[in-house]
């Protein structure tokens, strides 16, 4: 049994038991499913499909979920600065980063929308969600977190430990 939850901005029609089509104002998204069976529960919003017996077709349910999300909405990750002397410089789509060394880091970012909430503060929207990891990724490992001085890039509820000096070990 495979559930799909579809946000009260997304319409669908079941055409003859065999086709679902979603819609809102802005797209459109045909589904083939002759091999399932379609249930709807009207106050939770959720599709159920069970499976029929004949193919092994597989649906990932994931997947699914998120680009019904992604119609309307976006991801979103924030990234906190810890340290002193840490600068973020940000232009219309890219992004300076300045950690009092002799070089400055520079990402050049396509198809997000970058919010600086406070100096130290950096939010990053997107809709789509692999690429926004990517980018997580890409921006945390340009300063990761020193584990003796707590110094920095971090997630939002990243869990950072901090070590005693190395002598004591």
């Not at 300076?96 to 919010?115: E, G």
Request: hydrophobic share 40%.
């Amino acid at each position: 049994m495979i559930k799909i939850f579809l946000p009260n901005n997304i319409n669908f029609i079941i055409l003859t038991n065999k086709y679902i089509y979603l819609y809102n104002l802005k797209n459109f998204l045909l589904l083939n499913l002759q091999n399932y069976n379609i249930f709807y529960n009207l106050s939770l919003n959720i599709i159920k499909l069970k499976k029929k017996l004949i193919y092994n077709q597989k649906i990932n349910k994931n997947f699914l979920n998120n680009f019904l999300f992604t119609w309307e909405n976006f991801f979103f990750s924030k990234i906190y600065f810890i340290g002193k002397g840490f600068k973020l410089k940000k232009f219309k789509t890219s992004l300076y980063f300045n950690f009092n060394t002799s070089h400055i880091n520079f990402i050049l970012l396509k198809k997000l929308i970058i919010k600086k909430i406070q100096k130290k503060k950096l939010l990053i929207f997107s809709k789509n969600l692999n690429y926004l990891k990517y980018i997580n990724k890409t921006i945390i490992n340009i300063k990761k977190i020193n584990p003796y001085t707590k110094r920095g890039l971090r997630k939002t509820k990243q869990i950072i430990y901090k070590k005693k000096n190395k002598s004591n070990i």
